[in-house]
């Protein structure tokens, strides 16, 4: 595997449903970073890791819940979600250095439907 | 609060033909990083391009540049020759030197006609 992968590609659950969402990063980062897309609106930043350590929360609700075990490696686990969480879930990568302008590199999504 | 807007929602050309997508920004900041990324139907989100707001020469990369006025707070992308693998959505971001947030547009879903 090479880059940033992302697993499931597609998931639909139910809105009682407990399930998680996982990202690897083969690319040496020490950043990850969890966003949500949804059609026509910006990309939102959800959660930030950098050396395993959560840097930034951007008042997401509690029914989502990052880990980061290590720096290869981010979850996102869901419980009792609501139907307006669907979107395209986008894990991403880069090297956190005292600049702050690195790229950052991208998983595939998963494409998250709530019934 | 730190924006960015992205005013065409969908433009569309024919092949080898040069577009330019508009974007601007606002950020009281001053050191601070500019991106273009591009997102294929289906496929993973790439960088096109990277501009740093202390220099003031214009990035490059092959068919693609920018426009970056610092003082008009405008960052647009030409595709010079543009070809039917550059249909994508486009978006503009910057970040800041002093945080993590990527701040994003809405994008601008460009389709390059045969």
């Known amino acids: 595997e090479t880059g940033v992968t992302q697993t499931p590609r597609h998931l639909v659950m139910g809105m009682t449903n407990k399930k998680s969402l996982k990202c690897e990063q083969h690319?040496?980062?020490?950043?990850m970073y969890w966003y949500k897309q949804s059609a026509k609106k910006p990309l939102e930043l959800m959660f930030v890791y950098s050396l395993e350590e959560r840097v930034e929360n951007n008042s997401v609700p509690s029914r989502f819940s990052p880990e980061c075990p290590n720096s290869s490696h981010l979850f996102l686990h869901l419980h009792t979600l609501q139907p307006e969480d669907s979107a395209l879930y986008l894990c991403?990568?880069?090297?956190?250095?005292?600049?702050?302008?690195?790229?950052?590199?991208f998983g595939p999504g998963t494409r998250l439907t709530v019934l | 609060a730190q924006t960015v807007t992205q005013s065409q929602p969908e433009m569309s050309v024919q092949e080898a033909e040069t577009v330019t997508l508009s974007c601007t920004y606002d950020?009281?900041?001053?050191?601070?990083?500019l991106f273009w990324y591009k997102q294929p139907p289906s496929r993973q989100m790439i960088l096109v391009i990277r501009q740093e707001a202390y220099k003031q020469q214009n990035a490059t990369e092959n068919r693609f540049s920018v426009n970056f006025q610092k003082a008009a707070k405008s960052f647009s992308l030409k595709i010079s020759d543009s070809q039917l693998g550059d249909t994508a959505m486009y978006f503009c971001?910057?970040?800041?030197?002093?945080?993590?947030?990527?701040?994003w547009g809405a994008g601008t879903k460009l389709i390059i006609k045969p």
């Open positions: 950020t009281s900041e001053s050191n601070y990083y």
């Open positions: 971001a910057f970040i800041m030197d002093s945080n993590y947030q990527l701040i």
């Open positions: 690319l040496g980062h020490n950043a």
């Open positions: 991403a990568s880069s090297q956190a250095t005292r600049s702050r302008g690195n790229e950052q590199f």
